[in-house]
């Protein structure tokens, strides 16, 4: 029984282990594929080939998003080849082991076949066991010839279960192998697309370096532009704030109007167990001294619950467009790579999508405002302190005070003359800017 035992947790830890080695090649296979496919889509974002300023340098920007992807996509399959051969390593070492343990139970076998083939007849085995000397010592030595009998028949079934294990681990292995070597191959095709698009930005970047009049002008419209909406929202974003703040004022004024009315009735039912109006008389001065403090919160409970629910989601929410996209203009401050004195200082993240594309709540909350500026709509999104801004929408599909759920349709994104269809997107918590790529999943 003990050898059975032994028999069926080794068995159990080797498939556990050959199952955690699939589950982590079909891991890494499932994010490579998404970010494939994203970046297959991007590719779908058409050029302008018009040669102006602005065409060019949203060209230039889509580009440089795109190249970011492409090194991004690179980097996770030069990541997943070194796990992978880790895993090759790893899996190796597990089938020597199971080679090394086939051969000594072969070997193990062999040497009790050998022994039973000498002591084979039954008259032997008989005169071993009527040759004891008592009755306890024959009782033993029959236990002794049927559990000999029995441990050659498991060696028998472990070495053919360990001959199994060994051909499935072989398997595993050249899955490993296999799976290494087409995505050696991937890096490569994909590290020749990067070539050819940071060839394509170069030739883009010397047209535009001949242009540095015409492109100042452009991001100093872009720069008025941005200052005049981040005015908007900022105004909008206070109001909310203070909203918030009479909400959670009220809720404290509630609470401790309860807590005085309870502790007046609990006072009051102690006075009339403890017999009359002289035992009242005593508990009314003292419970009318108590006053009425008011603690004041930034939050009430509901938006206390609603904002810890959206913390615990940083990194995994939704991207707020529809569709195929790229992101364009990366939140802060930064210089644009290969045009002198050019940049840019964003508040939040400018994403590029396809034309019809559709702009999407990031998370559960509230429509707190609906605003417009330069002909076109702009949403904000409440996740108890925390604020969601929405903004270039031709078109607008729900309305100020309405409860929104994750990747609720807020509107769609305006697509421009050029075919640029771009959502500009902020994240706020209270009046502090936070960058929305942090708060994301890629």
């Keep these: 029984m003990k050898h059975i035992f032994l028999l069926l947790i080794a068995c159990c830890w080797l498939s556990a282990l050959s199952a955690q080695s699939s589950r982590k090649i079909r891991e890494l296979e499932a994010k490579r594929k998404e970010l494939q496919q994203q970046i297959a889509e991007s590719e779908t974002l058409l050029q302008s080939t018009r040669k102006d300023v602005k065409s060019q340098l949203d060209n230039l920007a889509l580009l440089t998003g795109q190249i970011e992807e492409r090194r991004r996509y690179i980097n996770m399959i030069e ?19 199971l080679q090394r343990d086939l051969k000594d139970k072969k070997q193990k076998y062999e040497t009790s076949v050998q022994y039973m083939y000498r002591n084979k007849s039954i008259q032997e085995k008989l005169m071993f066991i009527f040759s004891a000397e008592t009755l306890s010592q024959t009782y033993r030595r029959m236990r002794y010839v049927q559990e000999y009998a029995s441990f050659q028949r498991l060696q028998a079934m472990e070495i053919e279960r360990k001959q199994k294990q060994v051909a499935a681990k072989k398997k595993e292995v050249e899955q490993a192998k296999n799976a290494k070597l087409q995505l050696l191959k991937q890096g490569e095709a994909e590290k020749a697309k990067l070539e050819e698009q ?4 170069q030739t883009l970047l010397t047209d535009l370096q001949k242009k540095q009049k015409g492109i100042q002008n452009e991001i100093n419209k872009k720069k008025h532009s941005a200052q005049q909406l981040n005015v908007q929202i900022d105004r909008l974003v206070e109001m909310e704030i203070e909203k918030a703040r009479k909400r959670a004022e009220e809720e404290a004024r509630r609470n401790a109007a309860d807590a005085s009315k309870a502790a007046a009735a609990k006072a009051e039912n102690e006075n009339k167990g403890a017999g009359g109006t002289d035992a009242a008389s005593k508990k009314e001065p003292e419970t009318a001294k108590k006053t009425v403090t008011v603690e004041k919160f930034n939050l009430n409970n509901e938006d206390r619950q609603l904002s810890g629910t959206f913390e615990r989601n940083r990194g995994v929410l939704p991207v707020p467009i529809t569709g195929p996209y790229v992101i364009v203009s990366h939140y802060g401050q930064y210089a644009v790579d290969g045009l002198r004195n050019v940049k840019l200082d964003n508040k939040g993240i400018d994403i590029k999508g396809k034309q019809g594309a559709q702009a999407r709540a990031i998370f559960d909350g509230e429509v707190s405002a609906i605003f417009q500026y330069n002909g076109l709509n702009n949403i904000l999104v409440r996740h108890g302190n925390y604020i969601s801004v929405y903004c270039n929408l031709s078109s607008v599909s729900v309305a100020k005070g309405s409860k929104v759920s994750t990747r609720t349709v807020l509107g769609t994104v305006h697509t421009d003359s050029s075919g640029n269809t771009i959502l500009h997107f902020q994240l706020r918590k209270e009046t502090a800017k936070l960058n929305p790529e942090l708060w994301l999943g890629k």
């Design 79 to 97: 990541s997943d080849v070194n796990t992978l051969a880790s895993e090759v390593a790893s899996l190796q070492k597990q089938l020597n082991k």
């Design 198 to 201: 940071e060839k394509e930005r």
